[in-house]
């Protein structure tokens, strides 16, 4: 892609800016909604995750100044394009500009591909600042026979339901500016901005109860990854239309269940979540459309995501689950005015990362009708769908439905999940309509949720434990490599060869596949892909014997190990394999050897190196850039050697009496740092007393929002500058003074 055409420092972007400088300014607060979108670009400022992208590919080519006009028009017309963002030390605040204001400066480059579908994305994901220019970009990319129009505005100021009224008016506006005439009287009206009502009482005590005793902590998919250590939301898309069967089965279950299709869709999506692993007590988004009866068209940003709970219940039918979500589902829409962001700290739980939201999948049902000829000065055009190459959640379900189809998209986190899971998704959910149309009275936990793809493994078994002496039994069935023409081990001896050897998970390739089978919870084979518990299979094919290990099958055979089940800790009130810890910590260059001890919820971590001051500090400084916040240990500890039991497995007793000998590091403070730190701490929460050097900010009360205020004093305080992020990640004035020492990358 060639270089874009220069802007001239007066035309858009730089004029809506000096208009903010200049003008007699009226700067309102935002609202807790608007500013959850601003933190979330605080926490990610290098990525667009709240930019919505429109395109239209156009056979010839576009007249620039004209297309620049009718992109001026609309900014004036339209309050809501003129309502820009400032990013202040107390918070966001909102402002509108004078109905003078140009729009942005449309972008002109010059591409050799008939539809730049890189320079589009890149386009689309580049961040647009809450710095009070325009909130939307506008970029024209030439190609030979074609020319590509791309819109990009942020989500404060517009959402899906927009996108076609944009469209609509700017192709009139760009019509009536080519041919030289003036604008249509509907286009020359202004347009105030819509502003969303505040939620009613009657609304917020409906969440309370809806959402009362939920813990988001159990809605982790055994198909995913280990959370990474610094999120990025980083996503991409996979597209499935249903078949022409499947459809008429969905058409035909919204028939006899008499629920909607969206509600028989949902449904069905909480079961393969279940399936997957989450829940049984699940939450899962869902945005609707808000916008009052007599502004059915208004741009902006008007949608709540109603957070939908559903307990899926192995022993009840499908028809059941039904019932009950359609009565979740329209009692939600009753209480539509609320928006998640009113209600999302309603719920016990505690917040370890920025990530842990109500809900980490999305339902998204939208309806589709054939829309007409779309032209642009008279030259036929259509709509691009276009990416940021980010999202918000782990996994969303876009439904689009037709008269004669029903397409789902499915956007995923490629950090928790990868295209082949997806894919498998998608098509693991198109045979769960087929089997709940078989019989949908049928308990749930009994039911096939297995593609024709998964069915090709062997068939099902028993998953059970047997004594020691019955295992030995087994040894010609317990043979694995750790590399393909390695020698020939036992798993546990496979696993131990892998945790020496560092990475994570431990990654073994059985001799033969046909003597390893991962089984779930109800005894059921899984397909490649999935956790459950790493058994052996006998040759009569039906019995499976327990390993202990939780692992799952790659889709090359490999197998890969998490950890024992017998050691998962829950620490923060997250599910950890001590296992992951370790390997981290032996990740660094000085560790020998590493063991994880939790107890009474406080991880402790134990390594054998060489004696030096500051070792475990820095030992622990490189485990939290490893690992997410919940599997950090709270201590590290240096010692000669690690004590065993009998058995091999770690002494604890005797770890716990060296910790308790062992005096705490890092108590020195000596450029003052931690205790600044403190103070700061203490005069943001509003706490009479001093806190200590490991006081969380979030456990004491502190939020995003306080936490936004915090990194601004920080960075006034030590004159280095942090992402909210990083408070997350280091939230004790401990841990954050080890993260400001640090060195930077590159320095």
């Known amino acids: 892609m060639q270089s874009a055409e220069k802007a001239k420092p007066a035309d858009g972007a730089a004029a809506a800016l000096l208009a903010t400088l200049t003008h007699k300014r009226r700067l309102d607060a935002a609202t807790p909604k608007e500013s959850a979108l601003w933190l979330l670009d605080r926490l990610l400022p290098e990525a667009g995750v709240n930019n919505v992208p429109l395109a239209v590919r156009v056979d010839g080519r576009l007249d620039a100044a004209a297309l620049q006009a009718a992109v001026d028009g609309l900014v004036r017309r339209h309050e809501v394009l003129r309502t820009v963002y400032l990013d202040r030390q107390a918070g966001l605040v909102r402002e509108v500009l004078g109905e003078d204001t140009p729009g942005p400066r449309v972008e002109v480059h010059d591409t050799v591909a008939g539809v730049p579908e890189k320079a589009l994305r890149e386009f689309a994901a580049t961040p647009i600042r809450c710095d009070g220019r325009l909130m939307l970009r506008a970029a024209v990319f030439r190609g030979p026979d074609a020319d590509t129009l791309a819109v990009v505005v942020h989500h404060l100021v517009f959402d899906a339901a927009s996108v076609p009224v944009l469209i609509a008016e700017l192709a009139a506006a760009y019509d009536a500016r080519a041919t030289g005439r003036d604008l249509p009287d509907e286009l020359r009206t202004p347009v105030a901005a819509l502003r969303d009502p505040a939620p009613r009482e009657e609304s917020l005590a409906y969440w309370r109860t809806a959402l009362d005793g939920f813990d988001p902590a159990g809605l982790d998919l055994d198909c995913a990854r280990p959370a990474p250590a610094r999120a990025t939301l980083v996503g991409d898309t996979v597209l499935h239309v249903l078949d022409d069967e499947t459809r008429d089965l969905v058409r035909g279950l919204q028939r006899t269940q008499r629920a909607p299709e969206a509600v028989i869709l949902f449904t069905a999506f909480c079961l393969l979540l279940a399936a997957h692993g989450a829940g049984p007590d699940l939450v899962v988004g869902s945005p609707v459309n808000i916008r009052p009866p007599e502004a059915p068209s208004a741009i902006g940003y008007h949608v709540n995501t109603l957070p939908l709970r559903l307990t899926v219940d192995p022993g009840r039918g499908f028809r059941d689950l039904v019932k009950e979500a359609r009565t979740a589902f329209f009692g939600a829409l009753a209480h539509s005015d609320t928006p ?170 059985p001799l033969d596949a046909r003597h390893i089978a991962v089984v779930g919870r109800a005894g059921n084979r899984l397909p490649a892909g999935v956790r459950g518990e790493v058994c052996l299979v006998r040759p009569d094919r039906a019995t499976h014997v327990a390993t202990g290990w939780t692992g799952s099958l790659g889709r090359d055979g490999a197998l890969e190990l998490y950890g024992r089940a017998e050691r998962v800790a829950l620490l923060h009130g997250r599910a950890v394999h001590p296992e992951r810890v370790e390997a981290a910590l032996l990740a660094h260059p000085e560790v020998t050897r590493a063991a994880l001890v939790v107890t009474d919820g406080t991880a402790l971590a134990f390594v054998t190196a060489d004696e030096r001051p500051g070792l475990a500090d820095d030992v622990a400084g490189h485990a939290a850039r490893l690992l997410p916040r919940a599997a950090q240990p709270a201590r590290v500890i240096r010692t000669d050697t690690l004590p065993l039991r009998p058995d091999h497995g770690w002494d604890t007793a005797a770890l716990m009496a060296l910790a308790a000998a062992e005096p705490e590091s890092g108590q020195d403070d000596a450029d003052g740092l931690v205790a600044e730190l403190r103070g700061l701490w203490r005069d943001l929460l509003g706490l009479a007393e001093p806190v200590g050097a490991d006081a969380d900010f979030f456990s004491l009360g502190g939020h995003s929002l306080l936490g936004a205020q915090l990194v601004q004093r920080v960075d006034d305080v030590t004159g280095r500058r942090i992402k909210l992020a990083d408070l997350f990640d280091n939230p004790t004035p401990r841990s954050l003074a080890r993260h400001l020492r640090a060195p930077r990358a590159g320095s």
């Open 340 to 509: 998640v962001d009113a209600i999302a700290h309603e719920t016990a739980r505690e917040p370890v990362s920025w990530r842990d939201t109500l809900f980490q999948h999305m339902f998204n049902y939208v309806p589709v009708e054939s829309a007409g000829a779309l032209t642009l000065g008279g030259a036929p055009a259509r709509a691009l769908h276009v990416e940021t190459g980010f999202s918000k959640f782990d996994l969303e379900l876009f439904v689009q439905s037709g008269a004669d189809h029903i397409g789902l998209r499915i956007l995923y986190c490629s950090e928790v999940l990868d295209r082949a899971d997806a894919q498998a998704l998608a098509h693991r959910y198109a045979a769960l309509l087929h089997t709940v149309a078989a019989d949908p009275d049928r308990p749930v936990g009994e039911l096939d949720v297995w593609s024709a793809e998964d069915r090709a493994l062997p068939g099902p078994g028993t998953a059970r434990s047997v004594p020691d002496t019955e295992v030995e039994a087994d040894g010609d069935l317990d043979a694995f490599r750790t590399s393909p023409d390695g020698s020939v081990l036992g798993l546990a001896d496979a696993a131990a060869h892998c945790a020496a050897a560092g990475g994570y998970p431990y990654v073994v390739h």
